[in-house]
């Protein structure tokens, strides 16, 4: 369907929203010329996958540790 101006597509956006929802593809045009294409929602559907990348993540020992410069700055205690 193509909807030939900007005021009737707002004026007519419920029935334009249900249109879409059946499936159907509507074109907003301005002066003419498509300017907008409304279509259907298709979220995306993936299969995750966890543990993706486990043995490729290191994490060393000290990671929580907050270096001593960097502690100075914040007002943090040493440890």
């Known amino acids: ?14 029935e ?11 074109v907003i045009s301005r002066a003419g010329k498509p300017v907008a294409v409304l279509e259907p929602y298709r979220p995306e ?3 995750r996958s ?9 994490i060393a020992p000290d ?3 907050l270096p001593g410069d960097i502690a100075d700055v914040f007002g943090v205690p040493k440890a």
Do not use: Q, Y
Not at 2 to 11: C, G, L, Q, R, S
Not at 16 to 26: A, H, N, P
């Open 1 to 14: 369907m193509i909807v030939d101006t900007v005021t009737e597509a707002k004026a007519h956006l419920s």
């Open 16 to 26: 334009l929203l249900d249109r879409v929802s059946k499936g159907e593809e509507v």
């Open 45 to 47: 559907h993936r299969v």
């Open 50 to 58: 966890p543990g993706l990348f486990r043995g490729k993540i290191h």
């Open 63 to 65: 990671f929580d540790e």
